[in-house]
C-alpha cells in the first residue's frame, strides 16, 4: 500500500466541511464532543441506507416526534412503527431499528464497535458510522459515496470494496487527527453532493491532489458495475369490499413487505381479463402504472370489486373495517390503490372474473 498519509492528504477536506455542511435535523452543532444524542445518529444512519437525504428529513422528523428515545420505540407496536415508517421502503430497517432500540433500552449503549455491529442491522459500515459520529471513535465508514471519493483519489484499480480492510487502516488516522465525526461527514458530504459519479470537480477542495482528476480518469474510476435487469412481471391489485369491509393480507414476519398489510394480487398471466358483464358485484378500474423493486417491474393494474357480502378468506387475509385503513402500514404500491379508493374510476371493459378470484382466495 503506497497511498500518501491521509492525515496530509485529507487535510483541506475538515475546514471545507466546515464552510459547506447542510444544515441536517441529525447533525450535532458541536463536531469536536460526542454527539448529544445518539439514538438521533442511529435513526439517521438506518433511514439513509439506500434513501437519499432530502426523502429521509421529514421521515426523520416524524419519527423523533412519535418515538424520541430507544425506550418509547421498543415499546410501541409493529403497525406504530411501520406506520410511521410508511412510504419509506426497505421495512426490514424499521423492525431492526425498533429491535436495536429494544437492546439499548434494556442494556445501554455498547462500548465498542464490535458491540455496535451486533446490534440488529447495523452491519460494518452503519456501525462504524454511529461509532465515529455519535461517540467520536476512529472508525471508519466507508459507503458508496466513500468508497468513489477514495477510489478516484488514490486511483484504485477495479472495485474499490475489495480493498476496505486496507482503505480502514489507511483512513483511521485522519479520524483520529482531524477529528472521527467531521471527518466521517465530511467524506460523506463529498461524496453526496460533489465527488457523485458525474462529478463537479471545479468546487472540489481535493482536485489538486485527486490522482484520478490529474491523470484525466474520473470517468472511469471507478468502474461502472452492471445491474441485473430486474424480473418484470403482469399483476392485478385488487380491493374486495363487502359490509363496509375491505380484504386484505396480514403482515408477514419476512419478505419486502414484511411487517406490512397488503391488498391481494393476482398474476395476470394465470388470471386473464374477459369482457366485464352485470352481477352480483360492481368493478372499479383505474390506469395502471410500473412499480419499480430493487429486483423486479411489476406492471400493475388496480381495481375495485364491491360485493355484497363477505365471503371466508384463506388464512393470512383478513376482513378490516374500511374506516381503519389509514391507520394500517401499506407499501407505496398498496398506498397507491388505496389512494385511489377516494377517486372516481370507471368500469374497465375489460377484467378477470371475480367469482375466479373469491374462489382462490378462499382455497390459498
Not at 465515529?132 to 472495485?159: H, K, S, Y
Not at 393470512?316 to 374500511?322: D, F, I, N, S, T
Amino acid at each position: 500500500m503506497s497511498w500518501p498519509a491521509s492525515v496530509d492528504l485529507l487535510a483541506p477536506l475538515a475546514p471545507w466541511f466546515d464552510r459547506v455542511r447542510r444544515d441536517l435535523p441529525w447533525r450535532a452543532t458541536d463536531l469536536d464532543a460526542p454527539h448529544p444524542d445518539p439514538y438521533a445518529v442511529l435513526v439517521s444512519e438506518l433511514m439513509l441506507q439506500q434513501t437519499q437525504v432530502a426523502t429521509v428529513v421529514p421521515y426523520f422528523t416524524r419519527w423523533l416526534d412519535e418515538f424520541p428515545d430507544p425506550r418509547t420505540l421498543a415499546e410501541a407496536d409493529d403497525d406504530s412503527v411501520h406506520k410511521v415508517w410508511e412510504g419509506l421502503g426497505y421495512y426490514r430497517r424499521a423492525r431492526f431499528l425498533k429491535a436495536a432500540a429494544g437492546y439499548v433500552a434494556a442494556e445501554g449503549w455498547p462500548g465498542d464497535l464490535e458491540g455496535l455491529a451486533g446490534l440488529p442491522g447495523l452491519g460494518p459500515y452503519t456501525a462504524a458510522a454511529v461509532g465515529a459520529i455519535a461517540f467520536q471513535w476512529p472508525t471508519p465508514a466507508l459507503d458508496g459515496n466513500a468508497f468513489r471519493v477514495l477510489a478516484r483519489l488514490l486511483v484504485i484499480e477495479g472495485d474499490p470494496r475489495a480493498r476496505a480492510m486496507d482503505l480502514r487502516t489507511w483512513l483511521a488516522p485522519a479520524l483520529e487527527s482531524h477529528g472521527p465525526s467531521r471527518m466521517t461527514q465530511a467524506l460523506m458530504e463529498l461524496g453526496a453532493t460533489v465527488c457523485i459519479p458525474s462529478p463537479t470537480c471545479g468546487v472540489c477542495p481535493l482536485s489538486n491532489r485527486c490522482g484520478a482528476y490529474l491523470e484525466s480518469r474520473i470517468g472511469d474510476i471507478p468502474p461502472v458495475v452492471k445491474r441485473t435487469r430486474p424480473k418484470a412481471s403482469q399483476l392485478w391489485l385488487v380491493s374486495f369490499e363487502a359490509e363496509g369491509h375491505v380484504l386484505l393480507q396480514t403482515p408477514t414476519a419476512r419478505g419486502l413487505l414484511a411487517g406490512l398489510w397488503c391488498w391481494p394480487t393476482f398474476d395476470a398471466a394465470t388470471h386473464h381479463p374477459q369482457p366485464t358483464a352485470p352481477g352480483p358485484h360492481s368493478i372499479t378500474g383505474w390506469p395502471g402504472w410500473i412499480q419499480v423493486y430493487t429486483h423486479r417491474r411489476e406492471a400493475v393494474s388496480p381495481l375495485h370489486i364491491h360485493l355484497k357480502s363477505r365471503f371466508i378468506p384463506a388464512d393470512g387475509l383478513r376482513w378490516a373495517p374500511r374506516e381503519n385503513l389509514v391507520d394500517l402500514p401499506l407499501g407505496r404500491r398498496d398506498q397507491r390503490l388505496r389512494d385511489l379508493l377516494g377517486t372516481p374510476g370507471q368500469t374497465p371493459l375489460e377484467a378477470p372474473d371475480p367469482v375466479t378470484l373469491i374462489r382462490s382466495l378462499s382455497e390459498r
